[in-house]
Protein backbone atom coordinates (compact mmCIF):
# COMPACT_ATOMS: atom_id res chain seq x y z
CA UNK A 1 0.00 0.00 0.00
CA UNK A 2 1.29 3.36 -1.04
CA UNK A 3 0.07 6.36 0.77
CA UNK A 4 1.33 8.81 -1.65
CA UNK A 5 3.35 8.85 -4.47
CA UNK A 6 6.47 11.30 -6.56
CA UNK A 7 3.89 10.31 -9.17
CA UNK A 8 1.52 12.65 -7.09
CA UNK A 9 1.76 16.54 -8.89
CA UNK A 10 0.77 18.41 -6.31
CA UNK A 11 4.10 18.74 -3.91
CA UNK A 12 2.91 19.42 -0.38
CA UNK A 13 6.31 18.36 0.43
CA UNK A 14 9.53 20.91 1.41
CA UNK A 15 12.55 22.28 -0.38
CA UNK A 16 15.92 22.07 0.34
CA UNK A 17 18.30 25.17 -1.58
CA UNK A 18 20.96 23.89 -2.29
CA UNK A 19 22.39 27.63 -1.94
CA UNK A 20 20.51 29.51 0.62
CA UNK A 21 20.49 26.32 2.72
CA UNK A 22 23.78 24.52 2.03
CA UNK A 23 26.76 27.25 0.52
CA UNK A 24 26.55 25.47 -3.01
CA UNK A 25 28.28 28.07 -5.44
CA UNK A 26 26.87 27.64 -9.32
CA UNK A 27 30.42 28.97 -10.43
CA UNK A 28 31.03 26.63 -12.70
CA UNK A 29 34.45 26.00 -11.24
CA UNK A 30 33.98 24.99 -7.17
CA UNK A 31 33.32 21.55 -6.38
CA UNK A 32 29.32 21.17 -4.61
CA UNK A 33 29.03 17.29 -4.20
CA UNK A 34 29.43 17.50 -0.37
CA UNK A 35 26.46 20.41 -0.29
CA UNK A 36 24.17 18.34 -2.70
CA UNK A 37 24.84 15.30 -0.91
CA UNK A 38 23.99 16.67 2.14
CA UNK A 39 20.58 18.58 0.67
CA UNK A 40 19.47 15.09 -0.72
CA UNK A 41 20.16 13.06 2.76
CA UNK A 42 18.70 15.98 4.12
CA UNK A 43 15.78 15.65 1.90
CA UNK A 44 15.67 11.81 2.61
CA UNK A 45 15.28 12.30 6.71
CA UNK A 46 12.01 14.15 5.96
CA UNK A 47 10.79 12.04 3.32
CA UNK A 48 11.89 8.80 4.81
CA UNK A 49 9.73 5.41 5.11
CA UNK A 50 8.63 4.32 8.01
CA UNK A 51 8.01 0.65 8.15
CA UNK A 52 5.16 -1.16 9.24
CA UNK A 53 4.47 -4.61 9.27
CA UNK A 54 4.98 -6.11 6.09
CA UNK A 55 4.27 -3.15 4.52
CA UNK A 56 6.06 0.37 3.09
CA UNK A 57 4.22 3.78 3.81
CA UNK A 58 6.50 5.96 1.99
CA UNK A 59 5.09 8.76 3.35
CA UNK A 60 2.30 9.92 5.88
CA UNK A 61 0.11 12.99 6.13
CA UNK A 62 2.77 15.06 8.35
CA UNK A 63 5.45 14.44 5.34
CA UNK A 64 3.57 15.41 2.44
CA UNK A 65 4.48 14.32 -0.81
CA UNK A 66 8.27 14.50 -1.08
CA UNK A 67 11.13 16.72 -0.34
CA UNK A 68 12.26 18.55 -3.08
CA UNK A 69 15.99 19.32 -3.62
CA UNK A 70 16.42 22.74 -5.67
CA UNK A 71 19.55 23.30 -8.04
CA UNK A 72 18.39 27.14 -8.53
CA UNK A 73 19.17 29.63 -11.23
CA UNK A 74 21.38 30.98 -12.65
CA UNK A 75 24.21 28.56 -12.10
CA UNK A 76 26.59 25.93 -13.15
CA UNK A 77 27.07 23.44 -10.60
CA UNK A 78 29.94 21.25 -10.36
CA UNK A 79 29.65 17.79 -8.55
CA UNK A 80 30.66 14.29 -8.61
CA UNK A 81 28.82 11.36 -7.66
CA UNK A 82 25.37 11.84 -6.14
CA UNK A 83 23.23 9.13 -4.28
CA UNK A 84 19.79 9.67 -5.56
CA UNK A 85 17.45 8.37 -2.29
CA UNK A 86 13.56 7.17 -2.46
CA UNK A 87 11.43 10.15 -2.04
CA UNK A 88 13.49 13.32 -2.98
CA UNK A 89 12.76 15.01 -6.37
CA UNK A 90 16.32 16.51 -7.36
CA UNK A 91 15.01 20.04 -9.14
CA UNK A 92 16.92 22.01 -11.97
CA UNK A 93 15.45 25.04 -12.31
CA UNK A 94 15.51 26.27 -16.09
CA UNK A 95 18.52 28.08 -16.44
CA UNK A 96 20.43 25.45 -13.66
CA UNK A 97 23.47 23.26 -15.06
CA UNK A 98 24.85 20.19 -13.07
CA UNK A 99 28.35 19.77 -14.51
CA UNK A 100 30.40 16.49 -13.99
CA UNK A 101 33.49 17.47 -12.02
CA UNK A 102 36.62 16.75 -14.46
CA UNK A 103 38.94 15.01 -11.47
CA UNK A 104 37.99 11.68 -11.44
CA UNK A 105 38.48 10.93 -7.96
CA UNK A 106 35.17 13.31 -7.19
CA UNK A 107 33.37 10.06 -8.49
CA UNK A 108 32.87 6.84 -6.42
CA UNK A 109 33.05 3.72 -7.84
CA UNK A 110 29.66 1.38 -8.15
CA UNK A 111 30.47 -2.49 -8.24
CA UNK A 112 31.54 -1.60 -11.67
CA UNK A 113 31.33 1.38 -13.17
CA UNK A 114 31.44 5.40 -12.18
CA UNK A 115 28.50 7.38 -12.24
CA UNK A 116 27.42 11.29 -12.12
CA UNK A 117 23.84 9.74 -10.64
CA UNK A 118 23.54 6.42 -8.16
CA UNK A 119 20.49 4.89 -6.57
CA UNK A 120 21.02 1.45 -5.02
CA UNK A 121 17.89 -0.45 -3.40
CA UNK A 122 15.91 3.44 -3.65
CA UNK A 123 12.52 3.65 -5.01
CA UNK A 124 10.30 6.55 -6.22
CA UNK A 125 12.76 9.14 -6.56
CA UNK A 126 13.39 11.85 -9.67
CA UNK A 127 15.45 14.32 -11.27
CA UNK A 128 13.34 16.75 -12.70
Request: aromatic share 10%; net charge negative.
Amino acid sequence: INNCSMNNDTNTGKDFNIVDEYGAVGDGETVNTAMIQAAIDDAYKYFSPIMGGNELWLCSSKRGHGARVVVPSPGKFVTGTLYLKTGVELYLEDGATRIGSTNRFDYHFGSRWMALLMAENESDFKVT
